[in-house]
């Protein structure tokens, strides 16, 4: 059975972007039969407090987008001793190193950008000796990476269609864990995702470059990938990202202004799922649901529509 899921990192009250994301994975499940699964991706649970999961909670009740399970949800901050089996894994495989490079290291290096804005990393502490490694532990705590492929990674997105990365190339050797132990978001969301049998992730397309690298963990670890369906951003009218600061647009505000099928059926106009913004519940969107009505380019939110 399709087994989709949410899984949003509680940082805030949500926001239409979030909202789009939720929508479209609760109607891709739905329109295949399938259950939506909740996990709350707060890992870094100082910046994530419980509050704000539990809004979010309340918040899909709400428009109708509860999740189907599992009660309680899933709390990644909670996971540390099975995100701890898969690590050491791959450290068995000899895969993972301590990296002691300072962020202002990393973007001093020459190394190319990747699309996504982040360094390349240029594989400085790849080969540090065991010697060289004691000498720097005893100054500073490391992170630790895992030592990637000089290797296409390939795939087919859901929406997007193919996609691929070389992951020495396009990304080099990414954090697992960080200094002070949190574990990294590309290890836990692999890990939580196939533990909890999630057929299919519906995320937004900011994640697109993090695929192939979860892909590859996948393989590495003997897991079974999910398929991935990456949806556009959402841009208010002069093409600025919504993001969490925008309160005007987090459902607490949109919570007194509209009702929940208000809010629904004018998203679902928005990204081409009605042709006119009247209400809508998101049962009723089942039924014509269809990823190629969705937009593959960026989606602008016209100005007066929220
Ligand atoms: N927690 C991430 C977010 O809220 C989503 C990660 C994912 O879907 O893989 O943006």
């Not at 972007?17 to 991706?41: D, F, T």
């Not at 990747?114 to 400085?124: A, E, L, N």
């Not at 990674?153 to 050797?173: K, M, Q, S, V, W």
């Not at 991935?228 to 951003?233: E, G």
């Amino acid at each position: 059975m399709t087994a989709g899921r949410y899984a949003p990192s509680p940082s805030g009250r949500m926001h239409l972007g979030n909202l789009l994301c939720c929508l479209l994975a609760w109607l891709s499940a739905k329109s295949k039969g399938g259950q939506v699964l909740l996990r709350i991706e707060d890992l870094d649970a100082a910046r994530c407090p419980r509050r704000y999961a539990e809004a979010i909670v309340d918040d899909l009740a709400w428009l109708g987008l509860a999740a189907d399970g599992p009660q309680p949800p899933v709390y990644q901050s909670e996971r540390a001793a099975v995100y701890q089996q898969f690590y050491d894994r791959l450290a068995a495989k000899g895969l993972v190193y301590p990296c002691f490079c300072s962020r202002s290291q990393l973007h001093a290096a020459s190394a190319p950008h990747r699309s996504d804005g982040q360094v390349v990393y240029p594989g400085t502490c790849r080969g540090l000796t065991p010697e060289e490694i004691a000498e720097k532990a005893r100054r500073k705590a490391p992170a630790w990476r895992v030592r990637v492929p000089d290797e296409e990674i390939a795939f087919t997105d859901g929406h997007l269609g193919p996609y691929a990365e070389n992951l020495a190339r396009d990304c080099g050797d990414f954090y697992l864990r960080r200094a002070d132990g949190v574990f990294a978001y590309q290890l836990a969301v692999v890990v939580d995702d196939a533990l909890m049998g999630v057929t299919e992730v519906v995320r937004g397309a900011d994640l697109l470059s993090s695929t192939p690298r979860q892909l590859w963990l996948y393989r590495e670890l003997g897991l079974q990938a999910p398929q991935f369906y990456h949806l556009p951003l959402l841009l208010d009218h002069e093409g600025r990202r919504l993001s969490k600061r925008d309160g005007d647009q987090s459902l607490e505000n949109l919570r007194a202004r509209y009702t929940p099928q208000e809010i629904v059926g004018r998203l679902a106009f928005a990204c081409g799922l009605q042709d006119a913004p009247r209400p809508a519940a998101p049962q009723d969107l089942v039924g014509a649901f269809d990823w190629a009505r969705v937009p593959r380019h960026d989606i602008f939110l016209p100005e007066h529509l929220f």
